[in-house]
């Protein structure tokens, strides 16, 4: 395979910035494939497109360009500021590749998402492109409402057709991304290809997806620890967990509304790891000073043998773009070499990379990766 292009929503954010810059190093001998799990060898043996051949282009609300939010990024530390000097033109290069973004209210649904559509295909075929895969790192919207037009695809598209807008920003992307026939990630916790009619139209046009939510940091930790109280027989009685987030994603979380689908995410697998509720609080609390770093605190009471109580705390301190860039990476890779092989609709095994992963309820890190490593050996075969 060759020719994979990447469509950011969102595209001169914080994520798809780092993910850009970190492309176009590792292109250009600058970096190395740090993070990258699509480089161990129990994934590469799906077959996955060579990162030469990957295209960047991506819509955008947010004034300014690439090059300058990669500068401000490097001053930030999440990636040496050599890299966006030397990088500059090529940057600029994928900033001319960057769309207006879909603004609500200005204009109908339908026309927005003939838009994107027309727009993802101009794309692919101005870059003589095999295929795009569409990556949502766009702001965390709250969930999605009780629609009945969302319910079928019919039912979507009478109201889509009626002057309607049914949709969430990213569900409307969704769309109008199966519609041109393009692998989707919700990479957020935000409603995207979640909802029933999606689920249709991505079957209906043979188009894989993967989401919700990326495990990039607290969480990750938390399906690693959980699985070992369970398997020891150990009952925890609260796990509690505060989240300080500087940057956009923490401003963004700040609001309640926003914050639900994230704290909904965060809690649902461990629950489903221990097979019983749990008590504990889970804070998101915005820190502007933080930047683009984040730093969890968690803390686990259990009990042992004869009732005896102890405790356990961990401290996760990281700088989100950096844990989740390279994840879009593996992510877009292991999607194009889905649909190359005519994987239709959510793909279980990518629920590794998730808190919330699509149609399935495994949420323990050791059985994720073998079944993702299962799915790599399969695809390898070219037989999934």
Known sequence: MSGVGIWFVGARGSVATTTTVGLLAIRSRLAGHTGMVSELPEVAAAGLPSLDGVV?????????????????????GVFPPALATVLAGDLAAADERIRPGVVAGHGTQRSAADRVGAELRAFR?????????????????????????LETLAALEGALDAGEAPLPGSSLYAYAAFRAGCP??????SPGPRLPALLELALERG???????????????????????AMRALKVRSWSSVNLLGGGDGQTLADPDNAASKIATK?????????????????????????????????????????????????????????????VLDLVRLLARAHELGAAGPVPEFGFFFKDPAASDVHALSAQWAALAGWCARAGRGAL
Request: charged content about 20%; glycine content about 12%; overall charge negative.
């Open 267 to 327: 809690a649902n697998g461990l629950e489903s790891i221990l097979g019983h509720p749990v008590d504990g609080p889970l804070h998101i609390d915005y820190v502007p000073d933080l930047g683009d770093w984040k730093t969890a605190w968690d803390l686990v009471s259990f009990e042992g043998f004869l009732g005896t109580r102890m405790s356990m705390q961990f401290t996760w301190s990281g700088c989100d773009s950096s844990l989740a860039a390279p994840l």
């Open 207 to 229: 188009v894989p997806w993967a989401g919700s939510d990326a495990k990039t940091g607290e969480t990750l930790v938390k399906t690693v620890l959980g699985p070992m109280f």
């Open 125 to 149: 075929d101005e870059n003589g492109l095999d295929r795009v895969v569409v990556v949502d790192v766009s702001s965390t919207e709250p969930p999605a409402g009780d629609v009945p037009a």
């Open 56 to 76: 960047v282009g991506g819509h955008e609300v947010a004034e300014g360009t690439l090059g300058k939010r990669a500068e401000e990024l490097s001053a930030g």
């Open 184 to 189: 989707y990630v919700a990479f957020t916790p």
